[in-house]
């Protein structure tokens, strides 16, 4: 069974562009998470999509945001790119919400 | 504040040596799981644990779930390199149904 698919790996963009970011999750997992991490604040949670609705959010700003597809697909979009959105962003997968979760190898978000 | 506080922050040891790493908190957790994250990579899935007391060994790692399901403990005997990377520790807790990260322990084993 494949894993957790994310792409970009790597991406380059300037301040102010936006970036669109692709997670496909293990097959028949349902749910889907977005993580940030960085050095200095760790893992932070984004959001949580199950069945194309969002159910969770962190504390991130109107910036990010995302949607999940009919086939558990997800997408995150990050707006007007500032210097410190530059982390890696992690995806996870799981069948139902807050079960075990599965990562993809993430997408490193080079902002200048 | 961490919701979950992993101690230590980094610790680097010889091949050979044993050592445990911590992962508390003041909340309940429905069940808590352990990554190793390598640089640049994703978290891998080392183990879940759901029962208060729960042991479960994994070859040279032990992983220790608190009576009170609020702690728990990775040990890894006679560390080997290969065993370096981000261990974190993640929490599913039990009032709100949330899952939460700490911030992890950066395990070096040298040679």
């Known amino acids: 069974k494949a894993g957790v698919t994310q792409t970009p790996r790597y991406l380059i963009k300037t301040r102010g562009q936006q970036v669109t970011l692709s997670c496909s999750p293990i097959s028949g997992h349902r749910s889907v998470s977005w993580y940030q991490q960085t050095p200095g604040q760790g893992l932070q949670f984004l959001f949580e999509y199950f069945s194309e609705t969002q159910r969770n959010k962190g504390n991130f700003p109107g910036r990010f945001s995302g949607r999940q597809f009919s086939n558990s697909r997800s997408e995150m979009n990050v707006s007007t790119l500032e210097l410190g959105d530059s982390a890696l962003y992690l995806c996870a997968s799981s069948e139902t919400p807050n079960t075990e979760a599965f990562f993809g190898q993430g997408t490193r978000l080079t902002v200048v | 504040t961490q919701l979950l506080e992993q101690s230590p922050q980094f610790l680097s040891i010889q091949e050979g040596e044993n050592l445990t790493v911590y992962c508390n908190s003041s909340?309940?957790?429905?069940?808590l799981q352990w990554y190793r994250q390598e640089p640049g990579e994703g978290p891998v899935l080392l183990v879940t644990v759901v029962t208060g007391g729960e042991v479960k060994k994994l070859k040279r790692l032990t992983f220790q779930f608190g009576d009170a399901r609020k702690d728990s403990s990775l040990h890894i005997t006679a560390a080997q390199p290969g065993d370096t990377g981000l261990y974190l520790c993640?929490?599913?807790?039990?009032?709100?149904?949330?899952?939460?990260f700490g911030a992890g322990t950066r395990l070096t084993v040298k040679p």
């Open positions: 993640a929490g599913l807790i039990t009032n709100n149904n949330d899952m939460r």
């Open positions: 909340s309940v957790f429905s069940s």
